[in-house]
Nanobody, 128 residues
Framework: QVQLVESGGGLVQAGGSLRLSCAAS????????MGWFRQAPGKEREFVAS????????YYADSVKGRFTISRDNAKDMIYLEMNSLKPEDTAVYYC?????????????????????WGQGTQVTVSS
């Protein structure tokens, strides 16, 4: 059974940085694209970033482009989300997800229906 466990969330001031981690188990992690999504209070869950199995290709939501970086370490079954220049509007629960397929571009994974497993989420709060 696939398990995804996020960590690294917390409270940070605007302009600060956080690094989220997601540990995967129960699957051949390196075969699948991965993604990060977030859900703010009262809003729907939205795409943040995705990464192909090798890590060679990434894709970002416009709202985080240039500030966030997704990466992965297939040897450790981990993905990361480095978040810099954080803004109050980045406040949300952040989720990592495992893609359903293995052979598409990173941009293909910008919608929730492209993912088969989800973590429980980690809270990120950015104070102004």
């Amino acid at each position: 059974q696939v398990q995804l466990v996020e960590s690294g969330g917390g409270l940070v001031q605007a302009g600060g940085s956080l690094r989220l981690s997601c540990a995967a188990s129960g699957s051949i992690f390196s075969w699948y694209s991965m993604g990060w999504f977030r859900q703010a209070p009262g809003k729907e869950r939205e795409f943040v970033a995705s990464i192909t199995p090798s890590g060679a290709s990434t894709y970002y939501a416009d709202s985080v482009k240039g500030r966030f970086t997704i990466s992965r370490d297939n040897a450790k079954d981990m993905i990361y989300l480095e978040m810099n220049s954080l803004k109050p509007e980045d406040t949300a629960v952040y989720y990592c997800a495992l893609g359903r397929t293995t052979d598409r571009s990173a941009s293909y994974y910008s919608s929730q229906d492209k993912y088969s497993y989800w973590g429980q989420g980690t809270q990120v709060t950015v104070s102004s």
